[in-house]
């Protein structure tokens, strides 16, 4: 009986002779698929969200922007306003006056001044008066700029006090009134933040308020006293030059060489500490100031604190009589007979006094 073949039969395999070996298919290689890469397009993006935020942000920058222009705006045009009527009116007349003083400034600069004083006036004169005063060197006299940071260094001195006056110092001016002139106005125009403006704005109010009574002060003055250095101390010559702000007119100028010197001079009382030591050549400076102010005086017909150095010669010793252990001071000769009294008497014999009833 036949075997039975159970196999599964595959109806396209080709029929093959008794005993031949079945064929082999050949293979192919492994190849990698990327999942997302048998779809041409990739995944979509929400772009509707993406561009809606986008949006959301942009709108909010605008919005910003626009805020901030408007309130920039704002404190700009207030700060204009404030300055046009608080303070323009009153920075013109000093600004005047400024441009006035440093054109003299300017002009006495060039010039080497004979001593000259209108005929009539005494220093003593200004001392009910209101005044200015500078003192820069002469080197600096030669542009406003120069001026103007030349006043700003300007240190103390003793000349005006030693001349018995009380001008207000022209360094104030220079100091504290910058926000008087053009320029300042022009960092309003040019900030470009609100913080920037709010600070601009507080410190011109604070300005008006504080500093503009002062300037203000200096339009009532009646002279002005300038002091032009000649070297790089006091000890070496300065012009002086005095106007008259009134008429305008110079009435004094003069080159003065100082020739002073400090005597210090300690005064003892009892109960009271012993006063310090003094160096003669710690004070020279004010030594010197105060000589500048005495030629400045006898300019003026004033005659100044002087004071001889020398002392005065000592008159000879009296010589002591020999042979003698008394010393007589005088000896008044005896009157004559009949005559009257002596014209002469013993000056070491005090006078008796008048006897009392």
């Not at 509707?48 to 404190?75: C, D, E, F, K």
């Amino acid at each position: 009986m036949p075997e039975r073949d159970d196999s599964p039969s595959d109806e396209n395999e080709t029929e093959r002779a008794p005993g031949e070996p079945p064929a082999i298919e050949a293979l192919e290689p492994a190849r990698y698929e990327d999942p997302e890469a048998a779809s041409p397009y990739g995944p979509r993006l929400p772009w509707a969200r993406i561009l809606g935020v986008l949006g959301v942000i942009l709108v909010m920058l605008v919005g910003y922007q626009l805020r901030a222009y408007s309130r920039q705006s704002a404190l700009r045009e207030g700060i204009h306003a404030y300055y046009d009527a608080e303070v323009e009116p009153s920075a013109r007349r000093v600004r005047e006056l400024r441009r006035q003083l440093e054109d003299w400034m300017m002009e006495a600069a060039q010039t080497r001044p004979e001593s000259w004083i209108r005929p009539g006036l005494k220093v003593s004169d200004l001392h009910e008066l209101q005044g200015i005063y500078l003192r820069i060197p002469n080197r600096a006299a030669g542009s406003r700029s120069e001026i103007d940071l030349a006043a700003q260094r300007m240190g103390g001195d003793a000349i005006t006090r030693c001349l018995g006056i009380g001008p207000a110092s022209l360094r104030g001016l220079y100091a504290r009134g910058q926000f008087l002139m053009p320029g300042w106005i022009d960092q309003v125009d040019e900030a470009e933040d609100v913080l920037r403006l709010r600070v601009l704005d507080e410190d011109l109010r604070r300005r008006n308020e504080r500093d503009l009574p002062l300037m203000m002060g200096l339009l009532e003055a009646d002279y002005f006293m300038l002091v032009l250095e000649q070297g790089q101390s006091r000890e070496e010559p300065v012009h002086v030059f005095l106007w008259d702000l009134e008429t305008g007119d110079s009435i004094l100028r003069t080159r003065v060489q100082a020739s002073g010197m400090l005597l210090p001079v300690r005064i003892a009382l009892d109960g009271a500490p012993r006063a310090p030591h003094v160096e003669p050549g710690a004070h020279a400076n004010g030594a010197m100031d105060c000589s500048i102010a005495a030629h400045i005086k006898a300019l003026s017909g004033e005659a100044p604190l002087t004071m001889r150095s020398a002392l005065p010669v000592a008159p000879p010793e009296a010589e002591e009589p020999t042979g003698s252990a008394q010393r007589i001071d005088a000896v008044a000769p005896a009157p004559a007979t009949g005559a009257g009294p002596s014209s002469v008497q013993d000056e070491a014999a005090p006078s008796s006094p008048p006897s009392r009833p």
